[in-house]
């Protein structure tokens, strides 16, 4: 071999043992973490939960319709709509102006509302003690900024129930128990290195993430090549044996060949998740295509009687949609949104892309590759517009509400490939079937486990040995 062959060899031997000494730990954190995330999710409040806690809408005490409650807060932002519901036993309406600030109008008396005080928030939340709270490790994210800050009643009972009302318009932002909280410490907090401080400064957070995923991608990626590169099935080492290691050496072999690969697709693909180099687009949809598919709609034009007999009795939330420029009203129901009137036609002559036309239009009434279920809250059926921009655009839509559910160009498509496929197991036959994809997610990172803890064993064991004084 020559010179520069084993200098190569060398410093690969080196690279690997020192960065997995650095991230050994990391690993094994990451591994066991997203075990935990299998079965508890980060905190949130879904579609369910928010209808849960809204009380029936008293129709007697609607006496003001859409329009007077739009008319005195400035500029609506179309968009995002309006929503009609119960606070503190009184009929409110709720939307975002054009600056993005939240606004709630009695539906009584047409009055904007000022913050909520303490009193209020332990009746919305059903009582408690009351803390006053900006930002912490669960309202950590940029989603919770425009409800900021927050009054957190902590109801004082055997779950540990803490609400997260928000000053500004009086809705129950999140609710957290005991249990979420204390196994999320040991699940998402860990796993996304999620911890408040950092992740309050969100670019900061960002280079935090991705640099330790990129240096313990090259730990496995240099692991993986020894790995192979000192296993023998033909001219073996002395004793017939494929692998030149011994005890605990021999075992962190081992388990590199057997789960190696998905290991490297684990972490990999975790550092893609951080979007280096803004690779990929999000799934959300943009402003631009948000504001051209709500249109400049005029007036809702109905009044209080007309809310009463299209919303019925036993209704909790009622919705205005601005759709092509019209408004939909949308009756949430415990099963699903309804609307009356609105059909594929009307969704497909709004939706706009910048750069594009629409091209076609699919219904799907089952899962498929790029539209299955991820933990989220994701119907059926769905209609897919297809556009012919240059990044070849998708958006999905419900069609029983309009709502753009998300937007999937060719670099997001991709990234399902690169991202969701090695690091949630999102692939074809497994995706639809949650006990073999459980499955083969424990296998996969119990091998990802035992590389990680004999590589943790035997960094420490290295560490010890370059401390110990040699005798003279």
Known sequence: MSIAGKAARRWLLLSHRWLGIGTALLFTLWIGSGLVMLYVPFPSLSRADTLARLTDLDWDSVRVGPDG??????????????????????????????????????????????????????????????????????????????????????AGDPIGTETYISVATGEIALVTTRWQRAWNWAGSVIHWVYLTPLRAAPEAWRQVVLWLSGVASLAAITGIIIGIWRMRLRHRYRGGAVSPYRGLALWHHAFGLAGGAALIGFIVSGWLSMNPNRWFSSLTPPETIRAAYAGRPGAVGLWPADLRRIGGPDLKLMRFASIGGRWVVIRETRDSPQTTGLDPSTIEAAARVPGGRLASVERLSAYDTYWYPQGDERPLPVLRLIFDDPAATWLHVDPRDGALLNRLDRSGRINRWLFSAPHRLDIPGLTLRPSARQASQWLLNLLGGGIALTGLVAGVRRLARSRTPHPR
């Open 69 to 154: 409650a739009m008319t005195g807060p400035g500029p609506v932002d179309a968009a995002s709509g309006l929503r009609l519901e119960m606070r503190d036993g009184a009929p409110v309406y709720r939307f975002a102006n054009s600056d993005g600030a939240r606004i709630t109008v009695s539906a009584e008396s047409g009055e904007k509302l000022g913050p909520v005080d303490e009193e209020g928030a332990r009746r919305i939340a059903g009582g408690g003690e009351v803390r006053s709270v900006e930002r912490d490790q669960w309202t950590v994210t940029a989603r919770y900024d425009p409800l900021r800050p927050f009054l957190k009643v902590i």
